[in-house]
């Protein structure tokens, strides 16, 4: 009983979904708006939505900001909530908020293998650019 509650087990750990990435950026005039604060915005405004696995969601995803390029980097995953799915809310809500948004699945994001502690890019041309380096970029 106990070989076959493990093999069962083992089998649920070994199937999760690969993660993508999710590139999300809202605007509101010149100001970009965090896509982790879309929900609170929302109650704030008066709306209300019944989806509240998004909301959980965001308040455990891995988020990450890319400030010169004003927009956000969001993990997503068929088992939790899948890109299509985050780009129907940040949509949804951005028309409710009278905001300025692009949501879309990185569909080429892929690491190069190769990174470059000091200027923290994954760039196999980086070792190239020491200039960049000399300038502290």
Same mark, same amino acid.
């Given at each position: 009983m106990r070989i076959s509650s493990a093999i069962s087990l083992? #089998?649920?750990?070994?199937a999760t979904a690969p993660l993508s990435d999710t590139i999300v950026s809202i605007k509101s005039g010149s100001d970009d708006v965090d896509v982790r604060h879309l929900?609170?915005?929302?109650?704030?405004?008066?709306? #209300?939505?019944?989806?509240? #696995?998004?909301v959980s969601f965001l308040y455990t995803?891995?988020?990450?900001?890319?400030?010169?390029?004003?927009?956000?980097?969001?993990?997503?995953s068929s088992?939790?909530?899948? #890109?299509?799915t985050l780009c129907d809310f940040v949509s949804t809500a951005?028309?409710?908020?009278g905001l300025q948004a692009d949501c879309g699945e990185d569909a080429d994001g892929e690491s190069f293998?190769?990174?470059d502690s000091?200027?923290?890019v994954d760039d196999p041309g980086a070792a190239y650019q020491k200039?960049?380096?000399?300038?502290?970029?």
């Amino acid at each position: 009983m106990r070989i076959s509650s493990a093999i069962s087990l083992a #089998s649920l750990v070994g199937a999760t979904a690969p993660l993508s990435d999710t590139i999300v950026s809202i605007k509101s005039g010149s100001d970009d708006v965090d896509v982790r604060h879309l929900p609170q915005l929302l109650v704030n405004a008066g709306h #209300s939505f019944t989806d509240r #696995s998004i909301v959980s969601f965001l308040y455990t995803a891995d988020v990450t900001t890319l400030g010169y390029v004003h927009s956000q980097v969001v993990k997503t995953s068929s088992n939790t909530i899948d #890109s299509d799915t985050l780009c129907d809310f940040v949509s949804t809500a951005s028309v409710k908020l009278g905001l300025q948004a692009d949501c879309g699945e990185d569909a080429d994001g892929e690491s190069f293998g190769h990174f470059d502690s000091d200027l923290h890019v994954d760039d196999p041309g980086a070792a190239y650019q020491k200039h960049l380096k000399w300038m502290e970029m």
